[in-house]
């Protein structure tokens, strides 16, 4: 129907997390609708993203050989909190609550693919725990499926590190009422009871 | 919080239609994390859009001087029917129903905003009906407030041209039940009855 250029863009589009080929519809005759100088702009905003590293510590997306969050001195070196994305470490930041470093585990696993442990950092992980300064590691997982069996993959990869590995808390969020809260929530919360 | 590369291709990315700040930052770690030869394949795609050119009858996008619809043979050229944009040229294509040609306003006009004339194609739109070939034109916008003040406008700037005007028909769409339909669905079904 479109010109094949444009059924392309609309086929990689369609890759984008949470796209599916309408809005990618929509995207492709954004871009097309375009000028050719704004064009220009998102692909070299796109293109810049090749000088952009990891962390050689926690993985996280930096300009240099250390991120800004490991290379800051202030904060406290022995405790090691494990996320799933840099998303998640972002959240965890702007709660100005949390002053030691990060890992990130780069996705979660599944306990019924086994290659999924390909692609997260496992092997990383015990690596950097094994380091004589890391004391405690948070592990930080989404409270989901793919979250719980990655916290338990993380837990195993830690059993020889010799350190205490803690998880979040679980509970009520705030502003929540227990009349809606669900059973697996109330079971926490009264587990979790402080 | 991100590397400046991030936060700019965020913004960037939170320009396209329906995207905030938040699904943007997932877009943009999805490129991050490409590979450097998937992240080329984007760019390339975004990129070929500028062998793309606007069919100079319809202004649909082609590769050609003349769009595959226009120029071919076996359409009447004596109709032609007016849409907003693109891809509801594609949605009424789908029907197989139609068998004239298309004008594309590349666009909606609000009253209250004069300036919008300008980013619609009034101008091309009266010369294109003034030509002896076109006897009719539908004017197939959409059913809201833009949708329905543009068709105003087009009624207008026809109204020299000398070529009978008519609407897309209004009423319950297939599979709609009477108990759910609004008043204004229902009012025009009763008005619209044939």
Do not use: W
């Amino acid at each position: 129907m479109y010109p094949p250029e444009i059924e392309k863009l609309i086929n990689t589009l369609s890759r984008f997390p949470t796209v599916g080929p309408r809005t990618a519809t929509r995207f492709a005759f954004y871009l097309l609708n375009l000028s050719d100088k704004e064009r220009e702009n998102v692909i070299e905003a796109i293109s810049a993203l090749s000088n952009i590293s990891m962390c050689s510590l926690c993985y996280r997306s930096t300009e240099k050989e250390v991120c800004s969050i490991c290379s800051d001195e202030r904060r406290d070196k022995s405790t090691l909190c494990v996320v799933e994305q840099e998303t998640d470490l972002t959240s965890i930041e702007k709660t100005k609550f949390y002053g030691g470093l990060y890992f990130i585990m780069g996705g979660t696993v599944s306990p019924l693919r086994k290659k999924d442990f390909d692609n997260v950092r496992g092997k990383e992980l015990k690596e950097r725990a094994s380091q004589e300064e890391v004391k405690e590691v948070i592990i930080a997982t989404n409270q989901n499926t793919e979250g719980e069996s990655t916290a338990l993959y993380i837990e195993r990869v830690l059993k020889s590190c010799g350190v205490k590995v803690s998880r979040l808390g679980r509970g009520l969020p705030t502003g929540g009422e227990l009349e809606y809260a669900d059973e697996e929530t109330l079971k926490s919360a009264l587990k979790g009871r402080s």
